[in-house]
């Protein structure tokens, strides 16, 4: 098996845990109204089908990968859903590479290739990055969950040159 990489890590789009309490907090909020109406008129049953149906959709989207992060051959590769444009990163390129915090902020949306005041962004949950700077000042962030591991291969990979 000739196919292996340095660093390999998928980004799932359901597995963020404030999303996963939004969700979880309307599911319960449909039971609730459920119980509540179950004496009144027919439209009780909506209720409990949303509820059901809120439960399902989270269900899928734990298993519904928003990118995967490819590091391999002095190159990072993120791919992402679907239609999703292939981004090639070419470490040739990188000057600089650092670890970072996100955002500041608690809520953060998921992005893909969002290009945004010099700098373009992959995020999809947790709040640390690697932030590859090149030549030209400009900066990628790519959000990782393992942004150690993902550090040390970035650096191996540049200093393989």
């Known amino acids: 098996m000739g196919n292996r990489y340095a660093f390999l890590e998928k980004q799932y789009i359901g ?30 049953d909506l209720f409990l089908v949303v509820g059901f149906g809120i439960i399902g959709v989270s269900i ?3 298993f519904l990968i928003q990118y995967k992060t490819i590091v391999t051959d002095k190159k990072i590769i993120i791919d992402g859903l679907w239609t999703a444009k292939k981004v090639i990163i070419d470490l040739n390129t ?39 700077t090149d030549h030209d000042g400009f900066e990628y962030y790519i959000g990782t969950q393992r942004p150690n591991e993902m550090y040390l291969v970035i650096q191996a990979e540049m200093k393989s040159r």
């Open 94 to 132: 990188v000057a600089a590479v650092r670890k970072d915090t996100y955002s500041n902020y608690f809520f953060n949306n998921p992005v893909y290739n969002l290009h945004r005041k010099g700098s373009i962004r992959f995020y999809s949950s947790g709040k640390d990055v690697i932030v590859l």
């Open 60 to 62: 899928a989207l734990l």
């Open 15 to 44: 597995r963020d845990y404030i999303r996963i309490c939004i969700r979880l907090v309307m599911a319960a909020f449909c039971f609730a109204a459920y119980v509540y109406e179950r004496d009144r008129d027919n439209t009780q």
